[in-house]
């Protein structure tokens, strides 16, 4: 196709900046149609970012016969069904992280993208950053030697929003986000390292309620293994105070150590026998516009995206592991 064109389903907060301007921003991709449930919503959001249409029902959006692609940007909740309506009308989809409430949800979206030939591409765009190709391309260049471990730490302090019951977000409600803020955040982290060191084959852990401040998880550990064979430690907490901050990675190999953050962009440090080396990056100004890119390209023949629904439900299956021991 020529022109590759959207339609958004959940057109809220997130649309905004980091991906709805990038369909309309990049060349040979328009934005169409968006869809809220609040139809004066949906039709400020239409006219401040040139859409054509607007609608409060999913539906009409599915049938739109102008949309080539939907986004589905709502709660996880509905990812599932409305991914599966969109294939099954015979639009490709592009799905938010994480890509359903489990991975049994994300089995039954693949099937279905084979089953109608629909591509199904998940919201993973850390891949497509600048940022974290730089720090693949220092791991493929033996820059580390031969990768032994990798360590994530992510600490922060409860929100003011988690204090008060009555002004909780969906985030923490597992009948909307499939778990805590955990199915929000580890997603990001989880794809990151599949993208760096390969596949997760093997996960065990804990979780915990530490905080009391609401019903999912706020606490979790997790031992994995990779494909590979470097072996993977992780500790998330958010109830944590709020000196003890922390979004750090540091991979270990035979021969140096490389540590980034996953959603602060602070300067990668490469420490080997050479020296202390810093590398820093720009973030693009939305932030998925890279990855949005890659799907543009790949629906108009010209080259592939880097996250398609298998790669896209490893998360899933990771979070899985966790939230579901007793």
Not at 168 to 191: C, E, I, K, M
Request: with cysteine; aromatic share 10%; charged share 20%.
């Amino acid at each position: 196709m020529e022109t590759v064109r959207w339609g958004i389903i959940g057109a809220g907060d997130v649309c905004e900046v980091k991906s709805g301007p990038a369909f309309y921003k990049i060349e040979h991709s328009e934005l169409i149609a968006v869809m809220r449930r609040n139809i004066v919503k949906a039709a400020d959001f239409a006219k401040r970012h040139g859409a054509k249409r607007w609608y409060d029902d999913a539906e009409a959006l599915l049938t739109d016969s102008e949309v080539d692609i939907v986004y589905v940007a709502t709660p996880p909740q509905a990812h599932a069904e409305y991914a599966i309506r969109a294939m099954r009308a015979g639009k490709a989809v592009y799905v938010e992280k994480p890509m359903a409430m489990n991975y049994t949800e994300c089995q039954t979206m693949i099937a279905v993208s084979e089953e109608t030939h629909m591509p199904l591409f998940v919201a993973h765009y850390r891949r497509s950053l600048p940022y974290f190709i730089k720090i693949k391309s220092l791991l493929d260049a033996g820059r580390l030697g031969k990768i032994i471990s990798v360590l994530v730490r992510q600490f922060r302090a409860p929100m003011v929003v988690d204090l008060n019951p009555g002004e909780h977000t969906w985030r923490v409600d597992p009948t909307v986000s499939g778990g805590g803020y955990l199915f929000d955040l580890a997603p990001h982290t989880v794809d990151i390292l599949d993208f760096l060191l390969g596949r997760i084959i093997q996960v065990q852990g804990f979780k915990a309620n530490r905080g009391g401040f609401y019903n999912a998880e706020d606490s979790v550990t997790a031992t994995f293994t990779f494909e590979s064979g470097v072996l993977g430690n992780a500790l998330w907490s958010f109830v944590s105070a709020p000196v003890a901050d922390s979004d750090r990675v540091e991979i270990v190999g035979t021969e140096g150590t490389l540590t980034f953050s996953v959603f602060g962009f602070t300067p990668i440090v490469l420490e080997n026998g050479q020296g202390s080396h810093l590398f820093t990056t720009e973030q693009p100004q939305h932030i998925q516009l890279p990855f949005i890119q890659t799907i543009v390209n790949e629906l108009r023949g010209v080259g592939n995206a880097p996250c398609h629904g298998e790669i896209g439900s490893r998360p899933n299956w990771f979070m899985d592991q966790l939230v579901c021991i007793d």
